[in-house]
T-cell receptor, first 115, second 112 residues
Framework: GAVVSQHPSRVICKSGTSVKIECRSL??????MFWYRQFPKQSLMLMAT?????????EQGVEKDKFLINHASLTLSTLTVTSAHPEDSSFYIC???????????FGQGTRLTVV | SQQGEEDPQALSIQEGENATMNCSYK?????LQWYRQNSGRGLVHLIL?????REKHSGRLRVTLDTSKKSSSLLITASRAADTASYFC????????????FGAGTQVVVTP
């Protein structure tokens, strides 16, 4: 089956620093990946759509200068949380779209804690 | 927001009982999926039902889809303590493959 690997699974960082999260499709090519965020006891909310070779499309209310997305290859998208603040602490999870099967498969998620 | 609604928000049952949760959404869809999430963990994909399907089974899971009412239900039969988790439905709007809108979720607690 389609496998998506997300790293790191957990990260703790200090306020003001930046954190990079990687999302890789291991056995298929993904021209499109998605990034979601989940705050405690809430549902998942789409943050942005990552498109290989072009700029990401951000959902309303998501700061594109704070959440930098790079999708430089067909198997890798990265999300960088810049100048992290405690309110950015959340569960971030990516998915990669397998265009052949028109299904998206999720990574394991990253729990970010900003102290 | 296009986020769907789920009910109930919480469900507490005993082992062996059935659990039913419902999901409503707002737009025409390609697929509807159900996921399980244990506390603090990632998503486990349970079942995908396509817009042209009305019912699907997988083990103890039964999913129905009514596109005219824009709603779906998930039935877990003969529940077990290990079924304790949050359950989310997610849809991708017609033409937006893979771009999921999640429901608010149902928190299910199964007591032994």
């Amino acid at each position: 089956g389609a496998v998506v690997s997300q790293h790191p699974s957990r990260v703790i960082c200090k306020s003001g620093t930046s954190v990079k999260i990687e999302c890789r499709s291991l056995d298929f090519q993904a021209t499109t990946m998605f990034w979601y965020r989940q705050f405690p006891k809430q549902s998942l909310m789409l943050m942005a759509t990552s498109n290989e070779g072009s700029k990401a499309t951000y959902e309303q209310g998501v700061e594109k200068d704070k959440f930098l997305i790079n999708h430089a290859s067909l198997t890798l998208s990265t999300l960088t949380v810049t100048s992290a603040h405690p309110e950015d602490s959340s569960f971030y999870i990516c998915s990669a779209l397998d265009t052949l099967n028109t299904e998206a498969f999720f990574g394991q998620g990253t729990r970010l804690t900003v102290v | 927001s296009q986020q769907g609604e789920e009910d109930p928000q919480a469900l507490s049952i005993q082992e062996g009982e059935n659990a039913t949760m419902n999901c409503s959404y707002k737009t025409s869809i390609n697929n509807l999926q159900w996921y399980r999430q244990n506390s603090g963990r990632g998503l486990v994909h349970l079942i995908l039902i396509r817009s042209n399907e009305r019912e699907k089974h997988s083990g103890r899971l039964r999913v129905t889809l009514d596109t005219s009412k824009k709603s779906s239900s998930l039935l877990i039969t003969a529940s077990r303590a290990a079924d304790t988790a949050s359950y989310f439905c997610a849809t991708d709007a017609a033409g937006s493959w893979g771009k999921l809108q999640f429901g608010a979720g149902t928190q299910v607690v199964v007591t032994p």
